[in-house]
Structures are given as C-alpha cells and as structure tokens.
C-alpha cells in the first residue's frame, strides 16, 4: 500500500463574495488575525505527514505561491533589525522537507476540473484534497483522522458531518450505504444541494477528501454538470457506485470562510485562544456587547 504524501489545494476561485477585499488579494490570503486561511490549511496538511502540497492556481493568484517561496530580502531585514523570532516565522511557512508545486488551472471549469489539473503532479499516488475555505479547528483535524483511515482500509474518503435541515440545500448531502469493513459509513451516491425533501440524508460532505488515483479516470470522462462545469460531486457519485467511497465524521470545529460571516465567526473564536490577547479581546467584546444593549435599550 503507498502512503498518502501528497496534497492538493483547488486555490483557483475568484473570491467574489469578498469583493472588493479580494480584487488585488486572493481570498486564501484573508487573514485569521495574523495568518492567512490556506496557511491553517497547509499546516493541517503538513502535520498528517504530507511532503508534497500542490497548488492549482488561476492567473490572479501569484501572491499564494509568493507567500510559501522564500524572501531572503526580509528575512536578511529582520535579521537585521534582532527580530529573529519574526525571521522564524517566515523562514519556516514551509519546512525543510517540504515541496510545493503550482500548477495553472487555465480557465475556471470546476472543482472536478482543478483536482484533474494536478493529475501529473499527483501521479499513480493516492492523494488529499483540501478546500481551505473551510478551516478546520481542533485536537485532532481531519486530514490526519482520514490518512489514518486509508492506512487502516485504502479506499476515496469524504470528511462528513450532520447538518440542521436548514442548511441541507448548501452542501453535497451523503447518501449513506452498509457498514463497512471497519464499520464505518459507506457512501452509496452523493447528491449535490438537494432540496430538504429530496435529500437522501443529514450527512454532509465538507472540504476535506482522500483520493486514489482511480478519480483523474473518472473525471475525464464526466461531463460538465451544473454550471457548465466540471463538478468533483458528480466523480464522487459515480466511484460510490462502483462501491470505492467511505465516509469519516469529523470531529473538529468547521468554519465556513467562504462566507463573510463563517470568516468573521473563525476571527472570533480564534482571537478568544489567542496566546497574546485574548484575555484583552475577551474583555473588549464584553465591553462593546454591554455599551451595545444599554444604546440599544435607550432606543427602545
């Protein structure tokens, strides 16, 4: 069996719900505090034993491939200035060992079509994928959890979780085959945004997927989908037809940075644990939710 090295980051998107933030920024560079939303990604990535993180780009997307090469220039200038700690910090966005690849989705066809861009990177070699809008918080994180289970049963792996009936319509909903060898969830279909009735389930696919290498086959023969592109859920359905799906609950916190409220959700909490102010911060949001009823309660 081949271990799981590989990563891939779809990081082609335009970001237009951030609009105007992101016409000159990719939305991946957003900042949770004072680090960017694909490098929590990347770390993720990086600590479930992955050596190789390949990136699939769109043409405004250069600052993301910047942000994890080298600057000798600033780090010569902090050195410089006795700020070593800082030095550290950028020398080590990528650690010794660690290789990126960045490769050019040329025109903006899909997920399905991102993940098939990376094919010759990727190789015969099984593979995760990682969506880092979704920012994944907590003790054991997913990528780890679902390379320990292909180690355990080599099979495509979605990271799943239950989700209220309101919001059922916004994600690929599992439908839930037998048990599988090591009990877990098979996946029998996966239907992309159902309406609630039509839903097979409660189960919902988020960012995080393992891969073999049986998907680029699959994807170059799926025809575009809603959109007029090339949807990955579809590729999904059909290797859970053939019976190559399993499904792994998450156990982490799940914040949905693709949206403004799921990004500024991920700000707060992550501020909260901040090692340098969050007792500060803590006391601020009492501070400003207090002066907010009491303005409130004047005008009521």
């Known amino acids: 069996m081949k271990r799981i090295k590989k990563a891939v980051f779809p990081v082609a998107g335009l970001g237009t ?3 105007p933030a992101t016409k000159a920024m990719p939305k991946e560079l957003l900042p949770i505090i004072d680090k960017p939303i694909i490098q929590y990604a990347v770390e993720e990535a990086i600590a479930a034993g992955i050596t190789e993180l390949v990136f699939v780009t769109g043409r405004p997307k250069r600052a993301i491939g910047d942000h994890f090469d080298a600057n000798l220039e600033l780090e010569f200038q902090l050195s410089q200035k006795g700020k070593h700690k800082e030095r550290d910090m950028v020398r080590n966005i990528v650690p010794e060992g660690v290789h990126c690849i960045f490769i050019r989705q040329p025109e903006p ?4 079509d991102a993940v098939l861009c990376a094919a010759p990177a990727v190789g015969d070699s099984p593979f995760v994928v990682l969506l880092a809008d979704d920012l994944m918080k907590g003790a054991s994180l997913p990528t780890a959890e679902m390379v320990a289970a292909y180690e355990r049963n080599p099979t495509n792996y979605l990271c799943v979780t239950e989700v209220a009936d309101e919001d059922v319509h916004k994600y690929g ?4 085959g037998p048990a599988g060898p090591d009990g877990g969830v098979t996946v029998a279909g996966l239907v992309e945004k159902p309406a609630l009735k039509d839903a097979p389930s ?3 696919s988020m960012g995080r997927y393992v891969f073999d290498p049986e998907i680029f086959d699959v994807l170059r023969q799926t025809k575009p989908g809603a959109g007029g592109e090339i949807q990955l859920a579809d590729a999904i359905d059909e290797l859970a037809a053939r019976g190559r799906v399993a499904a792994m609950e998450m156990s982490a916190t799940r914040y949905d940075c693709g949206s403004k409220f799921g990004y ?3 700000i707060v909490d992550h501020a909260i644990v901040h090692d340098e102010f969050r007792d500060r911060f803590y006391a601020l949001m009492r501070d400003r939710l207090a002066k907010h009823d009491a303005e409130a309660g004047k005008g009521a």
């Open 264 to 266: 500024l959700t991920a």
């Open 109 to 112: 066809k899909g997920l399905g």
């Open 202 to 204: 409660h189960l919902a």
């Open 173 to 176: 909903i599992v439908k839930p």
């Open 17 to 19: 719900r951030f609009l």
